[in-house]
C-alpha cells in the first residue's frame, strides 16, 4: 500500500507574537510556540522591533538586527532558551 511521503521542512516561513509567545510557521505546516520570556531581548522589544525580522542561515533561521538576536528553528525544536534566559 502506498502512502503520501511526509516531507519535513523546518525553514522558516512566517514569525508572529503575542503578548506572552513567539510563534514561528514552518514550511511543512508544523507552528512552534515557545514562552517570549525565554528570549529577554525579543520580550523586552517593541512590537515593532518585533517586526523586523529576516530570515537567514538558509532559511533555518531568524535575526533581528536591531535587537542582536538570533534563533533557529532546530533550537526552538529543541527547547533551548537563550542563556540570558537562564540568568
Not at 19 to 38: A, N
Not at 44 to 68: F, I, K
Request: hydrophobic share 40%.
Amino acid at each position: 500500500m502506498a502512502g503520501l511521503a511526509i516531507q519535513v521542512d523546518e525553514r522558516v516561513k512566517d514569525v508572529h507574537f503575542t503578548e506572552d509567545t513567539i510563534s514561528v510557521d514552518l514550511m511543512d505546516g508544523r507552528t512552534i510556540t515557545v514562552p517570549l520570556v525565554w528570549y529577554p531581548r525579543l520580550l523586552n522589544a517593541t512590537p515593532t522591533q518585533r517586526s523586523q525580522w529576516e530570515v537567514c542561515g538558509g532559511g533555518y533561521g531568524m535575526h533581528w538586527e536591531a535587537l542582536d538576536e538570533d534563533l533557529s528553528t532546530a533550537g526552538l525544536l529543541r527547547g533551548a532558551p537563550s542563556p540570558e534566559a537562564r540568568r
